[in-house]
């Protein structure tokens, strides 16, 4: 567009020229270097007012990427709550032993003798012992020994002899050692583990030692 313009100036120009030649007023001289730069100038100051007249285009504003959200966190199942659990207390039987009524430690026996070892023994719990407890070997040599069961309830911190006829092996010599522990009538053994130690080959046990006393007293 801004070309057709500049040819139509300078096609005026050019008639313009032209027609004052026919004039008989002598007109000076158009110098033609000096009507292109004219052309020139109004062809520039043309473009200036039609860049000036046309709408800025204002650039959009670069988008820029919003800040990512964490995801909600899940949910988890939360851990089931354990019921209290209950403390098991400490069993209400004990056993105390209190002394050998017969046997000391290192009794001398000759093998095969038999004998009645007892001891003398206290309920110390909190709980009677009740009929059908029973008093059994637990280790070492039981010298045929056989469990003895309580015939009747014993009472809080009352004192009882326990007795269990034994007899001396024949088939070794020397210190030999049983232990026997009271228990429960389904076998939960509780209290003192106590034991009668003698030894074989030693000697024969005197006629006070072998008296036979009665196998348990109770008050």
Request: proline share 9%; hydrophobic share 40%.
């Given at each position: 567009m801004q070309?057709k313009?500049?040819y139509?100036m300078?096609?005026?120009?050019?008639?313009?020229?032209?027609c004052g030649g026919?004039?008989v007023?002598?007109?000076p001289t158009?110098?033609?270097?000096s009507?292109q730069?004219q052309a020139v100038?109004?062809?520039?100051?043309a473009?200036?007012?039609?860049?000036?007249?046309?709408?800025?285009e204002?650039?959009f504003?670069?988008?820029?990427?919003?800040?990512?959200?964490?995801?909600f966190?899940?949910?988890?199942?939360?851990?089931?709550?354990?019921?209290?659990?209950?403390v098991?207390t400490?069993?209400?039987?004990?056993?105390a032993?209190?002394?050998?009524v017969?046997?000391?430690?290192?009794t001398?026996?000759a093998?095969?003798?038999?004998?009645t070892?007892?001891?003398?023994?206290?309920?110390?719990?909190?709980?009677?012992?009740?009929?059908?407890?029973?008093?059994?070997?637990?280790?070492?040599?039981a010298?045929s020994g056989?469990?003895?069961?309580?015939?009747?309830?014993?009472a809080?911190?009352a004192?009882?002899?326990?007795?269990?006829?034994?007899?001396a092996?024949?088939?070794?010599t020397g210190?030999?050692r049983g232990?026997?522990r009271m228990s429960?009538a389904n076998?939960?053994?509780?209290?003192?583990?106590?034991?009668?130690?003698?030894?074989v080959?030693?000697?024969?046990l005197t006629p006070?030692a072998?008296?036979?006393?009665?196998?348990?007293?109770?008050?």
């Open positions: 070309q313009i500049f139509i300078i096609i005026g120009v050019i008639l313009l020229t032209a026919n004039s007023t002598a007109t158009v110098d033609p270097n009507i730069t100038k109004t062809f520039s100051a473009l200036t007012q039609t860049a000036l007249a046309a709408p800025t204002t650039p504003p670069t988008l820029t990427a919003s800040a990512t959200f964490a995801p966190a899940t949910l988890s199942t939360l851990p089931a709550i354990s019921q209290a659990t209950t098991p400490k069993s209400c039987y004990s056993m032993f209190a002394s050998d017969t046997i000391p430690d290192n001398p026996v093998p095969g003798q038999t004998f070892k007892t001891w003398k023994v206290i309920n110390n719990g909190s709980c009677p012992w009740d009929t059908g407890f029973k008093f059994a070997f637990t280790g070492g040599d010298m056989a469990t003895y069961t309580i015939p009747s309830t014993v809080v911190n004192q009882v002899n326990l007795s269990i006829a034994m007899i092996p024949t088939n070794k210190t030999l232990n026997w429960t076998g939960q053994f509780f209290g003192d583990e106590i034991y009668v130690v003698v030894v080959g030693g000697g024969t006070a072998t008296a036979t006393t009665k196998p348990t007293t109770y008050p």
